[in-house]
């Protein structure tokens, strides 16, 4: 091995892991929750829309624009079908906090998965070049929290979606 070889390749580094790789084994249970997070927050994001915009068709139509600007196309889309609503605010905020969490799904479904170091149970992914930063280093952790997070506001979401369609129901005078 070369001397560049040498200080560019750590020995006890995996490069290129598959996932059938035993030593990153550890990972695909926080990264299959993580997915399936994601997608549970997707469909909350649509049914609240839908609610929200008393449009129920909206639910089905509606997709999500890049994670950064979801909390705007939510609120643009609201407001266009019932103007403002109480729940506003709450839902922008939860919504901000999924933008970190939409960006690390992104990095680990779309990256590639270059390298992984067993003693620190981290992967190194490397991104398209279009992004300002290449690589980015994900701890099992990390993505262990982020899954939990995903829920958290999944959850946070659908109380919301709920206080909504309780208020809706109260005005339109129905009895349950």
Request: hydrophobic letters at 40%; glycine letters at 4%; aromatic letters at 10%.
């Amino acid at each position: 091995m070369s001397k560049t070889e040498e200080r560019i390749f750590d020995p006890n580094h995996h490069y290129f892991p598959e996932f059938d790789d035993p030593s990153i084994v550890a990972f695909l249970i926080p990264f299959g929750r993580l997915m399936f997070g994601y997608a549970k927050l997707d469909r909350e994001i649509a049914r609240l829309v839908g609610v929200a915009a008393n449009n129920p068709v909206l639910e089905d139509k509606f997709r999500r624009a890049d994670a950064d600007k979801v909390s705007e196309q939510v609120e643009k889309t609201i407001r266009k079908h019932v103007g403002v609503i109480a729940e506003m605010q709450a839902i922008k905020d939860q919504l901000d906090l999924s933008a970190k969490l939409y960006d690390l799904r992104n990095v680990l479904a779309h990256g590639h998965w270059w390298r992984f170091d067993p003693s620190s149970e981290t992967i190194t992914i490397r991104r398209d070049r279009d992004h300002d930063v290449r690589f980015v280093d994900v701890t099992r952790i990390e993505i262990e929290q982020a899954a939990e997070q995903f829920e958290d506001i999944e959850v946070e979401i659908y109380k919301i979606r709920r206080a909504i369609e309780a208020r809706q129901i109260e005005t339109a005078g129905i009895v349950r």
